[in-house]
């Protein structure tokens, strides 16, 4: 049994990142539209990992797979397991990112799955039917801070934590509290020194934060402008093309220079080419275009 010992500390920042408990799917609990679909996730016979246990392509030679996602672990799985699998089917929520399965000859995109069965057949939304040997959940990761007892101020909800101000300071706690790492979707070690930074900054003295009540509205007002685009909880700490501005944010925060403007128009080009073009961005990037956009800015 492990020793446990308490400290007083006046302060605590949460570094633990986020990519340690695996998201699994669930499968929707829909009136079943076949009978072979009258049974749970875990009685289905096949392999379930997550792509947090994926390690190698050679196990799945020659298996029909079904991967869960439409994300940079989906588009990594699919280039290396297609190769050699039977067929690869790609289970998405969204065509957002598109996964770009024509580039692949024995791949198929579907909706999501409906249910997984005792015979092994998974079934989708759309109504394919097919006999799998495996599924691979690339389905991200869940925040998950066991160790942290706020009494609910703070909390995990569909992976958003919240409320935090800035992705880093809940308003009630500040400055006493706080999280580095918890955004996503950017150059994340970029981002992290500017938010530790930040923090070492409000902690010495030296920068001040809001009032609470400052802090809480403008928590307030970001889930308001995603409910109004009609963004999931999920996507609370994604940043997407917001980054630079964020990261422009932190800098002016600290007192120190942003980002050169050629530095802001890669990362936005780099974003918008991934988005667009998905997996085969490299291949279709206007590098022209891009210099002529970073020339004009000079």
């Not at 009494?151 to 509290?177: C, E, M, Q, T």
């Not at 923090?199 to 802090?215: F, Y």
């Not at 932190?250 to 667009?276: C, F, G, M, Y």
């Amino acid at each position: 049994m492990r020793e446990s010992k308490e400290e007083l500390f006046e302060a605590v920042v949460i570094c633990t990142g986020k990519e340690s408990e695996p998201n699994i799917s669930e499968f929707p609990g829909k009136e079943p539209a076949y009978d072979i679909c009258n049974d749970k996730q875990d009685s289905w016979p096949g392999l379930q990992i997550h792509s947090h246990n994926y390690r190698t392509p050679e196990r799945f030679e020659n298996k029909v797979v079904v991967l869960i996602g439409n994300g940079p672990s989906a588009v990594d799985l699919l280039k290396e397991i297609s190769p050699l699998a039977k067929q690869v089917h790609v289970a998405v929520r969204s065509s957002f990112p598109r996964l770009r399965v024509y580039n692949y000859d024995k791949a198929l995109q579907h909706s999501m799955i409906e249910c997984a069965c005792k015979d092994g057949k998974v079934v989708f939304q759309d109504g394919a039917i097919v006999d799998a040997d495996a599924i691979i959940h690339c389905t991200g990761y869940k925040y998950n801070y066991p160790f942290l007892k706020s009494n609910g101020i703070v909390s995990v909800d569909d992976n958003r934590v919240g409320p935090v101000y800035k992705h880093v300071f809940p308003p009630s706690l500040a400055p006493w509290l706080s999280f580095v790492g918890l955004t996503s979707k950017a150059v994340v070690f970029r981002v992290m020194e500017l938010q530790a930074r930040w923090v070492a900054k409000v902690l010495s003295g030296t920068v001040e934060l809001p009032s609470q009540e400052a802090m809480s509205s403008s928590v307030e007002q970001l889930y308001s402008e995603m409910e109004k685009k009609g963004l999931p909880k999920n996507h609370t700490h994604s940043l997407m093309e917001a980054e630079v501005e964020y990261a422009s944010w932190l800098a002016a925060q600290l007192n120190i220079k942003p980002l050169k403007r050629w530095k802001e128009l890669t990362v936005v080009s780099i974003v918008k080419e991934v988005v667009q073009y998905g997996e085969n961005f490299r291949d279709t990037w206007d590098i022209d275009k891009w210099m002529q956009e970073i020339d004009s800015s000079d």
